[in-house]
Every structure is written in structure tokens, then in C-alpha cells.
């Protein structure tokens, strides 16, 4: 019933909140009261190269204001991993430009290699829908990670990789139905990094 609730409150949040990328301003996740249903998905808890198992809210690193979200990560450093949040909420996001997010990386993080890139689930088809640019991750800072949507392009949304069947950004820009963060430690038997086992924090995801 709690969850229900929240998400009704959410959903509520979101009719209001669509109305903001039309000029009101924007949509905003602080984590300054819950974790406004960011979370952990089952399918990245039960796939072995998601290496984020758990998410909580924090006050040990917050970027604005008192929290931010703490992704609770174990990266092995030889392979490509990835550690995976997702807000879990319909929105219809036409007229929206884009959405960005801080991210930040403990400097115990011994490596270059980390990367961010969003994500949307979206549509009846549940069409998955990635970011092809991706922002590098530099240890002891904070980095904003952004995306652009690109709606208005009329040869579709260039930046986001999509399954031809299932449709572009563009096509399910009414119907987002995920939107996810992921942390990539973009190593492989080529190129290899130091392991690290420890928080990464996201703060103010911002869609406008
Ligand atoms: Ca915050």
C-alpha cells in the first residue's frame, strides 16, 4: 500500500513535472527526502556484470544539499562491468532537451577507465534505448554526465543506439517508462584496471 502510494505521488510529481520541460522548469532528483524510487533493478542484481548490488541514500558525499545517492559497487578492474540505477516511473518526456546528472568517484578509485552514460526503457515494447556518448569519470570530483534527446532532429535521435523493431527515442519519447544511470568500468583483457570496492555517489538528475 506504502508503495503503491508513493508511486501515485510520484506519477503525480511527473504529470506536474512534464509540464516543466515546457518552459515551468525542470524535472529534479535531489535524494534529499527518499530515493524518489531510484533503485537497483533485479535484473542488473542477478547479472554478473552489474556490479552494483545495492543503492542507499547518503549523507557522506552529497553534491548539493544533505544526500545523495550512494551506488554500493565491487568492480574487479579486468573486465567490463557496469553498475546500474534505474528510476522506475511512466513520463512522458516530449519537450524535454535533454538530462544530466553529478556523479561522483571516490579518489581511492585508482583508474581512468570509468565512464557514465544514461539509459531509457521505454514504449509497450519495452524498448531499450543507450546513450552512444559517454563522459569519463575522473577520481576525487564530481563530473556532470549528460545526454541530449535530439527529438526535433527530423532523421530520428543520432545520439541513442535502439533495436530498429522496437523504435527510436524520438518514437517513445511520450511513453519513457525507465530511465537508468550506468557506471561503466570499461576494462578488458586488453586493458586493465586497478579493482575497487567502494560507493560511487549520483546527485541531482536534472531533465529539462
Ligand atoms: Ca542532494
Redesign the pocket.
Known amino acids: 500500500m506504502m508503495r503503491k502510494t508513493i508511486f501515485l505521488a510520484i506519477q503525480m510529481l511527473f504529470i506536474f513535472g512534464n509540464v516543466a520541460c515546457f518552459g515551468a522548469g525542470p524535472i529534479e532528483f535531489?535524494?534529499?527526502q527518499s530515493e524518489q524510487t531510484w533503485f537497483v533493478p533485479d535484473w542488473a542484481i542477478s547479472q554478473d556484470d552489474c556490479v552494483c548490488k545495492n543503492a542507499i541514500l547518503s549523507a557522506v558525499q552529497?553534491?548539493?544539499?544533505?544526500?545523495?545517492l550512494e551506488l554500493q559497487c565491487k568492480f574487479p578492474g579486468n573486465k567490463w562491468t557496469g553498475a546500474v540505477v534505474e528510476f522506475d516511473g511512466q513520463m512522458d518526456l516530449s519537450g524535454c532537451k535533454g538530462i544530466s546528472a553529478e556523479v561522483y568517484l571516490p579518489k581511492e578509485v585508482n583508474s581512468n577507465l570509468l565512464l557514465g552514460r544514461f539509459f531509457f526503457t521505454a514504449g509497450d515494447k519495452w524498448s531499450f534505448i543507450e546513450s552512444r556518448n559517454t563522459t569519463q569519470l575522473k577520481p576525487g570530483e564530481w563530473t556532470k554526465i549528460s545526454a541530449t534527446f535530439d527529438t526535433t532532429n527530423p532523421k530520428g535521435t543520432p545520439n541513442w543506439k535502439f533495436k530498429r523493431e522496437q523504435g527510436n527515442l524520438q518514437d517513445n519519447i511520450k511513453d519513457i517508462r525507465r530511465v537508468g544511470v550506468r557506471i561503466e568500468y570499461n576494462a578488458n583483457e586488453w586493458q586493465a584496471g586497478a579493482p575497487y570496492e567502494g560507493p560511487v555517489y549520483i546527485?541531482?538528475v536534472v531533465i529539462e
Not at 552529497?62 to 545523495?68: D, I, L, T
Request: hydrophobic content about 15%; proline content about 8%; glycine content about 8%.
Open positions: 535531489d535524494f534529499e552529497p553534491f548539493e544539499g544533505k544526500q545523495s546527485d541531482n
